[in-house]
Every structure is written in structure tokens, then in C-alpha cells.
């Protein structure tokens, strides 16, 4: 194993969004879970008892590549995006997102990782996360095993079929289920979304003016809340799915659970 090569950074500029059609229910299902970890240092208690010894703070040290990996996966083991932040692009997905283009399959790609966001001290040598990123041109952005095996580096200039391609072949490494299908059923849940909030917008709107027309004895009132139940309803339906749809097993649980029970497959670490 080893860091994962070099890469040019992301074009500077302000942050990528949504599409401004989406509703509020498919940007939830669509936004990025960055993780923002911290490494904490074992301390030593120095003379006296627990209450009244000195704290002895440890130098910052970089960790090899293996246990900075694995510091970063924590038990979690599904594949990683690690990407570090630059001047251009702090406090921007701009390493990830496109501006110019739609991100609605990125988004949905990145639930299916680990999605893990570096400050721009890890270049410093001494930071513990150094090693991930000590190439003389490191890239802003790289994806890998759980376990930092075959990272592949992502580029922020290359189109988005190139970075959906290495995404995509993470995924199929990596989990039981297809995730071609998974993207295309959730990217039909989404547009589904969109109209049933469009519709429970609609119904809540013409409760209140009814109400406020007809007052609360109105006779349209019923059937206008019966509607916006099923409305709401179907919108729970709906979620289900999208959990469902996303449910694609790890390969690597599957495998440790098969030998745990007597198998004859083993993990892959």
C-alpha cells in the first residue's frame, strides 16, 4: 500500500450546488456527509495522583500511511473519498463538484462512502494525516479501500464520465449489490420527490386558505386533508425505497460474517 500519486487541485471559485429545480426532500437525500476527524493523542499523567498530575501534550508526529488510513476509516468500512483543502478551494466541495455541471450522480455516489474532509495543515510533515498526501504534487482528492489499498487520485479538470467511471469501479469492488442500478432507481426516487413535495406544498397551501376563507367547519377541508395524508404517505413510501435501493451489502462484512460462521472465505485486508 501507499499514497495515492499525484494530481493537479480543482479550478478556484466559489462552491458547487444542486440543481436549482430540485425540492427540498432530494437535496437532503443528495447532500455530502463530510467527515472532519481529528487525531488525539494517548497523554501521560506525570507525578501525583490522577487529580493532580501534569499533562504531558505529545509533539504532533505524522502517522505511517496504514494507521492514518485506518485512523481516518475508523470502524466504518466502506470505501473512502479523502480529499484536502487548499486556499483556492477551502470551505468548498469545488475538489469534488463540478460548477458547470449537474452533481445529482456524484452526490448520490458519495453515500456509498466514507466521505472524509482534511485541513490544509497536512502538508505541514509534522501533521498526522501527512502521509496521505507527501508526493512533491499530491492530488486534492483520492479515493481507496477502507484499509488505504488501491487509492486511485481524483481529478477536479477531468469530465464527469471519467470521475463517475473511477467511482463507479470502487463501488463494484467493494459491495455485493449493483450500483448502476442502485443510481438509476434513485435518481427516478428523486424526481419522484420532487413532485410529492411540489404536491404537499400545494395541499398545505390550500388548507390554510381554506381554513382561513371557509374557517375550520369548511366541508372541503376533509378531503383536503385526506389528500395531504396520502400525500404524505406516499412521501414516506418513497424514503423506504430510497433505503432500501441504497442498501448494497459490502463485500467485506459479507465475507468476515461467512468466515465468522464457518466458511470458507476469509476477509480481505
Not at 437525500?29 to 495522583?49: C, H, I, M, N, S
Not at 485506518?70 to 486556499?87: T, V
Not at 497536512?122 to 507527501?134: Q, R, S
Not at 376533509?222 to 451489502?249: H, I, T
Request: with cysteine; aromatic share 6%.
Amino acid at each position: 500500500m501507499g499514497s495515492p500519486g499525484a494530481g493537479p487541485g480543482p479550478s478556484s471559485g466559489g462552491g458547487a450546488a444542486l440543481p436549482t429545480e430540485r425540492g427540498r426532500t432530494a437535496k437532503k437525500a443528495t447532500k455530502l456527509d463530510w467527515q472532519y476527524p481529528v487525531f488525539k493523542r494517548e497523554v501521560t499523567k506525570r507525578g501525583g495522583d490522577a487529580d493532580n498530575g501534569t499533562v504531558a501534550r505529545a509533539a504532533n508526529v505524522a502517522l505511517p500511511y496504514e494507521e492514518a488510513i485506518l485512523y481516518i476509516a475508523g470502524e466504518d468500512r466502506r470505501p473512502l473519498i479523502i480529499l484536502r483543502e487548499c486556499k483556492q478551494c477551502n470551505g468548498t466541495d469545488d475538489a469534488l463538484l463540478s460548477r458547470q455541471e449537474d452533481n445529482t450522480r456524484t452526490l448520490l455516489m458519495t453515500r456509498w462512502f466514507r466521505c472524509v474532509k482534511l485541513p490544509m495543515e497536512v502538508l505541514e510533515d509534522n501533521h498526522p494525516f501527512h502521509a496521505l498526501f507527501e508526493e512533491e504534487h499530491p492530488p486534492h482528492l483520492f479515493i481507496t479501500r477502507w484499509d488505504g489499498s488501491d487509492p486511485i487520485p481524483l481529478r477536479g479538470d477531468r469530465s464527469r464520465s471519467e470521475l463517475w467511471g473511477n467511482m463507479q469501479r470502487m463501488l463494484e469492488s467493494e459491495y455485493l449489490g449493483d450500483s448502476k442500478k442502485a443510481l438509476k432507481q434513485l435518481e427516478m426516487v428523486l424526481n419522484q420527490y420532487d413532485v410529492m413535495d411540489q404536491r404537499i406544498d400545494r395541499l398545505e397551501q390550500s388548507v390554510e386558505e381554506e381554513i382561513e376563507n371557509a374557517g375550520p367547519k369548511s366541508r372541503k377541508l376533509k378531503k383536503l386533508r385526506k389528500d395531504l395524508a396520502e400525500a404524505e404517505e406516499e412521501m414516506e413510501r418513497l424514503k423506504k425505497r430510497e433505503q432500501e435501493v441504497s442498501d448494497l451489502k459490502l463485500k467485506y462484512l459479507d465475507k468476515r460474517w461467512k468466515a465468522d460462521n464457518g466458511g470458507t472465505e476469509v476477509a480481505k485486508l
